[in-house]
């Protein structure tokens, strides 16, 4: 059953032990990746949508979608009227299905807590899904992304419950406010990352004015 296949290759992304191991979990989870998340009713790439139109005017950008994988949330915001869109991510064959979507202006193939290609203030705002969660992103990648954000942008992604405080993510939070790079606009409830499967997989989505 394709469930049971999007389960395992779960197992596998969740399971990785160093970004190389999940960056081949991902290259071979790619070619099936959409159909396999939408039979869990993943919902993080569509829903995001909704806090980036009620915080960032339609047509302002650019925009940074990072790690977009296969490149799911592009086409929704560009319906919406964003047109200036960059992806990241570290998967090139995930990178690969996103090109495809016409959607995304350029992507280029980083890792978030490492260096990212972009210079300071370059982006209007960033959105990110799916990407701090179990055995993916660190917390301290939000440094970068904060960095290559401008000021009066805004930071917008979710985390999941699991990885929240065993991950350090209100120490690096506490620490961009108190430098003065960021003060919190929006805080969700916890929720389901997916409408069908995993009912115990939450996340919170936040939402930061970059300062």
Not at 54 to 73: M, Q
Request: hydrophobic share 45%; glycine share 12%.
């Amino acid at each position: 059953m394709i469930v049971d296949k999007a389960n395992a290759a779960l197992d596998s992304v969740y399971g990785a032990d160093k970004p190389e191991t999940l960056a081949q979990a991902y290259a071979a989870w790619a070619a099936t990746y959409d159909s396999e998340t939408a039979s869990l009713g993943y919902l993080l790439p569509f829903l995001i949508t909704a806090w980036v139109a009620r915080h960032v005017p339609a047509g302002e950008g650019p925009l940074l979608d990072a790690g977009c994988g296969t490149g799911l949330s592009g086409p929704s915001l560009k319906a919406l009227g964003y047109g200036d869109i960059a992806g990241l991510d570290l998967s090139e064959d995930m990178l690969k299905i996103a090109g495809g979507r016409n959607a995304y202006g350029e992507l280029k193939q980083a890792m978030l807590g490492g260096p990212l290609p972009w210079p300071d203030g370059h982006f209007r705002a960033f959105f990110s899904t799916g990407v701090f969660t179990i055995s993916h992103a660190p917390a301290s990648g939000l440094h970068e992304l904060v960095r290559i954000t401008k000021k009066g942008g805004h930071a917008i992604f979710t985390v999941r419950d699991q990885v929240f405080e065993s991950g350090g993510f209100q120490a690096v939070f506490d620490a961009l406010a108190r430098a003065g790079k960021w003060r919190l606009a929006e805080e969700s409830p916890w929720f389901r990352c997916y409408a069908i499967g995993d009912p115990e997989a939450l996340v919170k989505t936040f939402v930061f004015n970059v300062l």
